[in-house]
């Protein structure tokens, strides 16, 4: 997402908070702000505005202060630290749901961590709106680990898996 921002005219870069919810755009000279702003946002998609004047001052602070904001290449590594996370939270719960034992709830939980990392990717190389991507590709992302778990779960632990994991 970050490098389509940055190929809008009138942007010099654009950078993406810790948290994935501001996003920073360092503008060229002479740059259209409101031009620059509506093509930001549509590419941002629903959602996506402008920071009032008071709170778009707090977050280009945080900026100066020295703040973790990425640029487009470094938001992988976000979204990796992202994958595993929801995979270690969203796994384990689903795992239990399902009661599986500690060594299919590890390889479960590593299969997801991997189907939703490759997910993240996906949606950070598309076009359009990110949570259009995620509202695809999440959804592929748990069936790909579920298919991926029919290699070492039985039918009826898939099953159970599967009513334990939404990821929607």
Same mark, same amino acid.
């Given at each position: 997402?970050?490098?389509?921002?940055?190929?809008?005219?009138?942007?010099?870069?654009?950078?993406?908070?810790?948290?994935?919810?501001?996003?920073?755009?360092?503008?060229?000279?002479?740059?259209?702000?409101?031009?620059?702003?509506?093509?930001?946002?549509?590419? %941002?998609?629903?959602?996506?505005?402008?920071?009032?004047?008071?709170?778009?001052?707090?977050?280009?602070?945080?900026?100066?202060?020295?703040?973790?904001?990425?640029?487009?290449?470094?938001?992988?590594? %976000?979204?990796?630290?992202?994958?595993?996370?929801?995979?270690?939270?969203?796994?384990?719960?689903?795992?239990?749901?399902?009661?599986?034992?500690?060594?299919?709830?590890?390889?479960?939980?590593?299969?997801?961590?991997?189907? %939703?990392?490759?997910?993240?990717?996906?949606?950070?190389?598309?076009?359009?709106?990110?949570?259009?991507?995620?509202?695809?590709?999440?959804?592929?992302?748990?069936?790909?680990?579920?298919?991926?778990?029919?290699?070492?779960?039985?039918?009826?632990?898939?099953?159970?898996?599967?009513?334990?994991?939404?990821?929607?």
């Amino acid at each position: 997402m970050l490098a389509r921002l940055d190929e809008v005219p009138g942007v010099r870069e654009s950078r993406v908070d810790w948290t994935g919810r501001y996003v920073l755009l360092a503008l060229e000279d002479g740059a259209d702000e409101a031009r620059v702003a509506g093509e930001a946002s549509s590419l %941002l998609g629903d959602g996506a505005a402008r920071l009032d004047r008071a709170r778009e001052a707090e977050q280009v602070d945080a900026y100066r202060r020295g703040e973790p904001w990425m640029r487009a290449g470094e938001t992988l590594r %976000l979204s990796r630290a992202e994958a595993r996370i929801i995979a270690e939270r969203e796994g384990a719960r689903a795992a239990r749901e399902a009661g599986l034992d500690a060594d299919a709830s590890r390889r479960m939980v590593a299969v997801l961590e991997d189907e %939703l990392a490759a997910a993240f990717e996906r949606v950070e190389r598309r076009d359009g709106p990110v949570e259009r991507g995620l509202g695809t590709e999440l959804p592929l992302a748990r069936e790909r680990a579920l298919a991926r778990c029919r290699e070492f779960l039985t039918p009826e632990q898939v099953a159970r898996l599967e009513a334990a994991l939404p990821l929607e």
